[in-house]
Antibody, heavy 118, light 110 residues
Framework: EVQLVESGGGLVQPGGSLRLSCAAS????????LMWVRQAPGKGLEWVSF???????YYADSVKGRFTISRDNSKNTLYLQMNSLRADDTAVYYC????????????WGQGALVTVSS | QSALTQPASVSGSPGQSITISCTGT?????????VSWYQQDPGKVPKLMIY???RRPSGVSNRFSGSKSGNTASLTISGLQAEDEADYYC??????????FGTGTKVTVL
């Protein structure tokens, strides 16, 4: 069974850093297209970043230069390193998997809340 | 990166059909068939309903259908049911290895 389980969310001060983890089971991250999406409280979905199976990475302009997506094949885990956090980064962060490489995400984690506040 | 444009809300009575539009540009919806739709209940995880414009994942009701014309994609829900009440988001691949969601539409079953 495919599962994605996020962890690492919490409260952080503006300018601080946080790393989210997304532990995968039922498939291998190395062979997958994976994505991070976020949703601010009461707002819509916003694409953050994705990583192709080949390892190439892409970012939304709003996080470029501050966030880094990566994966650890030995731990079968996806990460999102978030630096220089701002209040408008406050959101629930979801990891998701594109099983068919069609830029459509059929498996999602439960989400991790990140709150940036002093 | 501007979002795709969706109506804020759409409503219908049980049994009716409704259509949600999703307007993009020639850099996303108009140029690629990588358009998908997600259903999200309040406080829940998004669920994939349509991918590649009109394909349905296994387990999704055939009451849900998708289409595209030019820069606008559409999701139609036929035979509307109370359980269809949720937020719906379109999304599309955008040139330059970007990905963009729509603004979201709240569907209300009257």
């Amino acid at each position: 069974e495919v599962q994605l389980v996020e962890s690492g969310g919490g409260l952080v001060q503006p300018g601080g850093s946080l790393r989210l983890s997304c532990a995968a089971s039922g498939f291998t991250v190395i062979n997958s297209y994976l994505m991070w999406v976020r949703q601010a409280p009461g707002k819509g979905l916003e694409w953050v970043s994705f990583i192709y199976s080949a390892g190439t990475t892409y970012y939304a302009d709003s996080v470029k230069g501050r966030f880094t997506i990566s994966r650890d094949n030995s731990k079968n885990t996806l990460y999102l390193q978030m630096n220089s956090l701002r209040a408008d980064d406050t959101a629930v962060y979801y990891c998701a998997r594109d099983t068919s490489a069609t830029y459509s995400y059929d498996y999602w984690g439960q989400g991790a809340l990140v709150t940036v506040s002093s | 990166q501007s979002a795709l444009t969706q109506p804020a809300s759409v409503s219908g009575s049980p049994g009716q059909s409704i259509t949600i539009s999703c307007t993009g540009t020639s850099s996303d919806v108009g140029s690629y068939n990588f358009v998908s739709w997600y259903q999200q209940d309040p406080g829940k995880v998004p669920k994939l309903m349509i991918y590649e414009v009109s394909r349905r994942p296994s387990g999704v009701s055939n009451r849900f259908s998708g289409s595209k014309s030019g820069n606008t994609a559409s999701l139609t829900i036929s035979g509307l049911q109370a359980e269809d009440e949720a937020d719906y988001y379109c999304c599309s691949y955008r040139s330059g290895n970007n990905y963009v969601f729509g603004t979201g539409t709240k569907v209300t079953v009257l």
